[in-house]
């Protein structure tokens, strides 16, 4: 893929928040996305998720339906057509429709919440989104779960609640996985590998391959635990209507999942020494897999990757005595931080591929 | 019905940029938001530029910053063209006059202002090509990035066109720009709904018969082509394909067939389901306007609501056309013919054009009906 955005300005390159906002909604499996706007910015979306979809093993196709404007919608206004979609779209029966509206719809002023408001048996969400008009791709995610999260009853304190199941069990709610991201699978089973490993189950992926019914569930988890830190928002507004705390991101890279044993076993109020050990053990034996890796000269590849990133690879580059040098063997960085031993694991072999080339 | 569940085919803004981004020598500038612009940067694989719109230049315009990208590309040996996207085309701006003072090609292709094949026309039609009289060669027709033939099929009939002693001329829309202007007054299909109209239409590519017909028509009007080559290897080819197909046939019954893609295509695979398997087209739903005149069941198919009812409808043994009919074929035999062609590793350029472009589909068709194997009757 060759990206020349141009001129390289942060706040414009942080991507559509349509886009965002759907990779949350279409994973609410008997939900219907509304788009509002042509059909090709429907198209694109529909496009990219299925792709990604696909990559990641999922046949489900995301349901999508374009209010597909035309240019006498763009002049007249689109209003209409919003309100004839939904009366269709209701006709297949969905448990929750969200409403996302597009650059173009916001740019004609078309008053997506009043349709919205009128009763039709089903919950209609409008969900603030309009392309850049709305902000970044992140903030479609984030107004995404913020929108679905008020879907959820407000929950007892957390003192009463503490359990999901008969057993007492305390349990977690995984929130914001980044649902178009390459590693979405390998970094949930590395997060629940470490949750087994305190036996603390998941209440909820929220938001992934969710039935809109358990939305419910939201709020009987103990802990809530953010896929990165710009969920942090969300973090909040979920401690503040449920009161349940929150892990701000997932381990990064190697040396944080014990940090991350000790954090979810704590709120969960279980003892986690032996599952500590067994876990520092599983890092040493990772990173003898790599010592063939010691006083290699390396440079970075990806100049877009983020802070956190930069600082976790570097952190494992020192453990294993690689040598970070301008002039050393190009080595790629993962487009997100490495989540966990297996994350890192994953990268190591890139690099000495890389290395070996 | 305007409103369409989960629409499969592209804007017309996506069809401008894989018209303009087959050019070398033009870069090509989306104006409007981000998400317009990763779509087609990442679906054409082609060096696209943005000027990644924010809501200020909504309200206050979006001169400066246009001439702020453009200033950044100036200069550098390319022309520079700019696609205006939903946005843009409704802030009543003049952009016109915003570019009066820079050397760009302005292309006004809005999403909203229909499909692929129209913003693709629109761009080529900006571009107004001219054919030069005193070139020799014999123009490639069709070659759109969206397309993700187009590639191979270049590089076939280039393959068959010097066999028979022929030079390529320009090749539409994949070549440096200033050949736009110098294009040899003969032009060759590969995908149809993605013509320039330039020059001298002497046929297209897709499928033995057609190819013949066309090279004959070459050895008419062109002066110095030896088609002979050409022909023979036709003819050997398409005994293969005859001989293979008839050893199916000996083993199987013949596919029926649900066929989705653009009008080109979809005719060009049933044609070959047809002649060589005789296959039962039970629908050939296209993305475009269906052909004129078809004897097979054609209708405009434009979501995967629709796409979906035909399948289950027809109960076909066989699907083709995108990884979109593929998520919704329910396990069937399915060949991949249009775009997107996703959850399959593609790294050498297929033809669909050509001689190796019907070995390369009907080698697909026969392994995944194989591989399916359909129970004999």
Redesign the interface.
């Known amino acids: 893929m060759t990206l020349k955005p141009s001129p390289s300005n942060t706040c414009r390159t942080g991507g559509c928040t349509l886009t965002g906002a759907l990779s949350v909604t279409t994973h609410v499996r008997d939900a219907v996305s509304v788009v509002h706007g042509p059909k090709g910015c429907t198209h694109h979306n529909f496009s990219l998720l299925h792709a990604t979809n696909l990559d990641n093993d999922d046949i489900i196709v995301p349901a999508l339906v374009s209010t597909g404007l035309s240019e006498t919608d763009i002049i007249f206004g689109g209003e209409q057509a919003l309100d004839r979609t939904l009366d269709a779209v209701l006709r297949d029966d969905p448990g929750v429709i969200f409403v996302l509206s597009t650059c173009i719809v916001d740019t004609i002023g078309d008053d997506v919440g009043m349709v919205c408001r009128k009763e039709r048996g089903v919950p209609v969400i409008p969900v603030p989104t309009a392309g850049f008009l709305g902000g970044s791709f992140q903030n479609g995610v984030n107004n995404a779960l913020l929108a679905l999260a008020g879907m959820a009853a407000p929950g007892s304190k957390t003192s009463d609640r503490n359990t999901c199941d008969e057993n007492k069990t305390p349990s977690v709610n995984i929130i914001g996985e980044k649902t178009l991201e390459y590693e979405l699978c390998g970094n949930y089973a590395e997060v629940t590998r470490l949750l087994s490993a305190v036996g603390v189950p998941v209440n909820i992926r929220f938001v992934h391959n969710l039935p809109s019914e358990q939305i419910a569930r939201l709020g009987s988890a103990q802990l809530n635990i953010l896929r990165d830190p710009a969920l942090v928002p969300v973090g909040e507004y979920l401690k503040k209507r449920f009161g349940i705390a929150y892990v701000p991101s997932f381990p990064s890279g190697i040396s944080d999942t014990t940090a991350f044993l000790e954090t979810v076993a704590g709120a969960c109020g279980i003892e986690c020494r032996n599952a500590v050990a067994e876990e520092q053990a599983l890092q040493d034996a990772t990173l003898a897999e790599f010592a063939d890796l010691s006083g290699s000269r390396v440079s970075f590849e990806n100049a877009h990757a983020d802070q956190d990133c930069i600082r976790t690879v570097r952190k494992v580059a020192k453990v294993l005595k690689m040598k970070i040098a301008k002039n050393g063997c190009p080595v790629p960085l993962p487009t997100t931080t490495p989540v966990g031993v297996s994350g890192v694991r994953r990268m190591l072999h890139r690099w000495r591929c890389s290395i070996h080339a | 019905?305007?409103?369409?569940?989960?629409?499969?085919?592209?804007?017309?803004?996506?069809g401008a940029a894989a018209c303009l981004g087959g050019f070398r020598g033009l870069d090509v500038i989306i104006h409007?938001?981000?998400?317009?612009?990763?779509?087609p940067?990442?679906?054409l694989?082609?060096?696209?530029?943005?000027t990644?719109?924010?809501?200020k230049e909504?309200i206050f315009g979006s001169e400066e910053r246009l001439n702020?990208?453009i200033g950044?590309?100036a200069g550098k040996g390319n022309r520079i063209a700019v696609i205006t996207t939903?946005?843009p085309a409704?802030?009543g701006e003049d952009i016109r006059s915003i570019l009066a003072a820079h050397d760009v090609i302005l292309v006004d292709s809005p999403?909203?202002?229909g499909d692929v094949e129209k913003g693709y026309q629109t761009a080529l039609s900006t571009l107004a090509p001219q054919v030069d009289t005193g070139m020799t060669g014999i123009n490639i027709d069709g070659a759109s990035l969206f397309d993700p033939f187009s590639r191979g099929n270049v590089q076939e009939i280039t393959r068959l066109l010097g066999i028979a002693g022929v030079p390529v001329g320009t090749v539409f829309s994949q070549d440096n720009l200033e050949k736009v202007w110098q294009a040899a007054p003969f032009t060759l299909g590969t995908n149809e709904d993605f013509p320039s109209g330039v020059g001298t239409y002497l046929g297209g590519t897709l499928g033995f018969r057609t190819m013949m017909n066309t090279f004959e028509h070459i050895a008419r009007v062109y002066d110095g082509a030896d088609i002979a080559p050409v022909c023979d290897e036709i003819e050997r080819e398409e005994d293969r394909v005859t001989y293979t197909c008839d050893k199916f046939l000996r083993r199987f019954d013949p596919p029926s067939a649900a066929i989705f893609a653009g009008a080109s295509y979809a005719q060009f695979a049933a044609d070959i389901l047809e002649r060589y398997l005789d296959a039962d087209i039970l629908v050939m739903g296209t993305r475009n306007e269906p052909p004129e005149s078809s004897r097979y069941p054609a209708v405009q198919v434009?979501g995967?609501h629709h796409v979906r009812e035909c399948i289950e409808r027809q109960a076909p043994d066989l699907v083709i056309g995108s990884?979109?009919e593929r998520?919704?074929s329910a396990g069937r035999a399915f060949v991949g013919l249009i775009p997107?062609l996703?959850?399959k590793v593609r790294l050498a350029h297929q033809p669909l054009a050509g001689v190796g472009g019907t070995l390369h589909f009907t080698e697909e068709v026969l392994n995944a009906c194989m591989e399916h194997k359909p129970a004999v009757q």
């Open positions: 019905m305007p409103e369409c569940e989960d629409p499969l085919w592209p804007c017309a803004m996506t409007g938001s981000s998400g317009c612009y990763y779509y940067a990442t679906l694989h082609a060096p696209l530029h943005g990644f719109m924010l809501e909504v702020e990208v950044e590309l939903c946005v409704v802030l999403g909203f202002a434009q995967l990884s979109f998520s919704v997107p996703r959850g």
